[in-house]
């Protein structure tokens, strides 16, 4: 409702150019839901048009300048107040003046930069964003959509298996193999659990995968802790000699790549933690951070022509069975 013609005076829509080809995806939002929005990834143009639409036909609507902006931000829900942003880009559409009838503007961001993926945590939410503003002077008029970012990333061929041992003196001795240190999204964790000595009655074992969430930096940094999922390995007593294989897949999960520290705000990180529990009801575990990534199924509108071919000729020349290339920029190429 408009009181002494303080209303809004006019309705704002963003339409992308490519709205009705690009793909969508679904993602969460803070309060759990989960809504589908246009993807995009690092490089690509976006591009599209705001129109205005006067509420009142006939009446003119002054404004001091209209403009769109695409947006990157972190939020920090301890510090809502302060939006953190690595992103900030500006089209003026029109000068001040003023609007007799409703209006069209096409804006075009060329190959924007896209450093990070769009995430949304349990203290964390990075986003970005379209908004297209009306200056007013009292109350400007916006309207903002969200877009969801993906980063893609292939690796080297080194990728080492992971070893490690459980023990307790004269009582218990399990090592265990999992087959690489770094997954994609989709992939399959492949291992063996062997049990070398056995002096405890084991009643449970399972592995855990863990995702770490930290957020802060120096002295306030504070962790948070969510168990993704849990898989059962055995439940009953090993003998000396037992090996047990495993086999879990993790496209059934609602994963993210590793995060290491983004724009020094916060990272996430994945563990695989392996929990036996005797008939006494302790508990032994064992920990062991994992890098997940997301594998590239498609080429880089912004990669040239010329290197898409040459990427293809170094892909055919090399093992079929093993990812090429090198870690995304931001990402580390550690175990």
């Given amino acids: 409702m408009s009181f002494f013609g303080f209303g809004q005076s006019a ?37 599209g048009r705001v129109s205005v639409t006067l509420k009142y036909p ?16 972190i ?10 942003e690595f992103v900030s880009l500006v089209k003026d559409l029109a000068r001040p003046g003023e609007l007799t009838q409703s209006q069209t503007f096409d804006f075009e961001f060329t190959h924007v930069e896209k450093p990070y993926e769009s995430y949304t945590g349990q203290n964390v939410k990075l986003r970005y964003f379209l908004r297209a503003t009306i200056g007013r002077r009292l109350n400007d008029i916006s309207k903002e959509q969200d877009i969801v970012v993906q980063t893609l990333s292939t690796y080297p061929e080194i990728n080492s298996s992971i070893k490690m041992e459980v023990g307790i003196e004269d009582c218990l001795h399990i090592e265990f193999e999992y ?11 492949v291992g ?9 009655k084991i009643r449970h074992m399972e592995i855990d995968i863990i995702k770490r969430e930290s957020t802060g930096t120096g002295p306030s940094v504070y962790h948070e802790n969510d168990t ?9 007593a090993p003998v000396r000699g037992e090996s047990i294989p495993i086999r879990l897949f993790l496209a059934g999960y609602e994963l993210t ?9 916060f990272s996430v990180r994945y563990y695989l933690n392996l929990v036996l529990i005797d008939e006494e009801e302790r ?47 931001g990402e580390e190429d550690g175990s």
């Fill in 257 to 265: 790549p590793t995060m290491r520290d983004v724009n020094k705000k």
């Fill in 179 to 189: 087959n690489k240190s770094k997954y994609h999204l989709k992939d399959v964790i």
């Fill in 192 to 200: 063996k659990i062997y049990f070398l000595l056995v002096r405890i």
């Fill in 283 to 329: 508990r032994y575990f064992k920990q062991q951070e994992i890098t997940l990534w997301r594998k590239g199924d498609i080429v880089r509108k912004s990669m040239s022509h010329q290197a898409a071919i040459a990427s293809q000729r170094f892909e055919g020349s090399s093992h079929p069975e093993k990812p090429q290339g090198v870690p995304a920029d």
């Fill in 228 to 236: 993704i999922a849990k898989y059962e390995i055995m439940d009953g």
């Fill in 11 to 47: 309705d704002i829509d963003i339409i992308l150019s490519d709205a009705e080809t690009r793909k969508k995806v679904e993602h969460k939002s803070e309060d759990g839901r989960k809504d589908r929005y246009f993807l995009f990834y690092d490089g690509e143009t976006v591009s």
């Fill in 75 to 84: 939020e920090l829900y301890y510090d809502r107040g302060n939006h953190h």
């Fill in 58 to 73: 006939g009446k003119r609507l002054e404004h001091g300048g209209i403009k769109v902006e695409f947006v990157g931000q």
